[in-house]
């Protein structure tokens, strides 16, 4: 066992606990700052983010002129697109990585890799100062446990969602054992698994896997109420991906962050469905009642549909509407005897499709975590703990989760940024104890 002593003690070397290391690097480059990383190398979610480009903030989120010049001083150029999201110049989310790191080494923190760490111990709640257990990774078929002392500590381990980045949790057992409470957590930012695709019952026998097409999502939430209409809590547009189980896309991601329910007070998936308008620019009625009057001879609806939606997303649409009186499959019937019944059924299952929601996928495809430690137990300004001293929480690991479009990075970066400060604060301030 080793008793090391370091000012700072940052666990976790992913986005927030980098962004941390380097502020404090340059902000008090006196205090002697350890970053234990349980991979062997630090911030591989970040090389994994905006799928391998890093999508680093954007410019509606909190903290946003702070982090561009943490970028610019950090030496990594960016460029914004029109939509608001920012990205690293080269838009390489490797290079991003590496630059952190690097710059955290030559600003002088230590940073430990193959490092996890088993236990945080406040050793004394006036002085604020900690023990932190980590087992180095096994090596020569030997773990070797060891413990540090630290004077301030940055719990930085982020969430659970992509386990495989090395996030599995850990940092809410830490926060529990120093007594902070943990919001249940769940992933957020995935795909969503529905009913219509159960299997068997294929929708319509008509493969939708792969296709992508542009629209309006919806979500409504129903009462545990009869009789009650449901209440609409979440609206997007974007572009809908089907997959082999369900919806995809960033607008159904979103959507994933409003899918929270009381499973205690009875409430399940069930009491959610989803709204798809496919064709949210115009009318499909005045549309077909248009064609209609106009009709070719022996122009079939399904060829009119299909000038509006992908073939087999019109085919789709076409079955959910039903089938004709004539019994003939809606599609084949010819344009200008298509009824107004008909046409009203088809506009509202190009308006109107329902979704019924069964699963939403799991922490391996999750891009975020909602839930984590309480924020009511974390000064919002410094992400110090009211509980101990000394003690601060970054990242996705609080209980802030915030939609796809660099936010999500924004706040491991700004929180880091701002625990770093407390901390440079509380140093250049003179503080017996920092
Ligand atoms: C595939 C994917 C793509 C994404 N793309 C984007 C994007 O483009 N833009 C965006 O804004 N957000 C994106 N996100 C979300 C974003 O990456 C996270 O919100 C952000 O990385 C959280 O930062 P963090 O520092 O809190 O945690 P992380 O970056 O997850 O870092 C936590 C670190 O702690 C380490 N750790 C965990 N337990 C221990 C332990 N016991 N001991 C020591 N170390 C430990 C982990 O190994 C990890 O390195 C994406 C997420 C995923 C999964």
Known sequence: MSDKRFDVAIIGGGASGLAAAIELGMKAPRLSVAVLEKNEEPARKIRATGSGRCNITNTGAE???????????????????????????????????????????????????????????????????FCVSYVMKERKGRSDERSLIADNVILALGGKAGPSYGTTGDGYKLARGLGHRIVT??????????????EGRKPCGITLAGTRTRGVVTLYKYGNEDNVSPAEIFEESGEIQLTKYGLSGICVFNMTRFMRYDRAGGES????????????????????????????????????????LKSNIAAFVLDTAGVHTRNKHLGEIPLADLTDRAIDAISSAVHDLAFHPKGIRGWKEAQAT???????????????????????????????????????LSNAWITGMKAAGAIADKAMSGADEI
Request: proline share 3%.
């Open 185 to 198: 957590p769940v992933p957020v930012l995935t795909s969503i698994e529905c009913e219509e695709w159960t």
């Open 370 to 408: 909602s839930g984590g430690v309480a924020l009511d137990e974390l000064d919002e300004m410094t992400c110090e703990s009211l509980i101990v001293k000394g003690l601060y929480v970054t990242g996705e690991l609080a209980d802030r989760d915030f939609p796809c479009g660099g936010f999500n």
């Open 63 to 129: 903290g946003y002129t702070e982090i561009l010049k943490f970028f610019r001083r950090t030496g990594i150029m960016t460029r914004t697109y029109e939509n608001g999201l920012v990205y690293p110049y080269s838009e390489s989310a490797a290079d991003v990585a590496e630059l952190l790191i690097a710059r955290a080494e030559e600003l002088g923190a230590s940073i430990i890799t193959g490092a996890e760490v088993t236990a945080v111990e406040n050793a004394s709640r006036d002085t604020g100062r």
């Open 269 to 308: 998936l069930g009491n959610f469905v989803i709204k798809a308008d496919l064709f949210p620019d115009g009318d499909i009625k005045e549309f077909l009642r248009d064609r209609r009057e106009n009709a070719f001879a022996g122009e079939k609806t399904g060829a009119v549909l299909r000038t509006v």
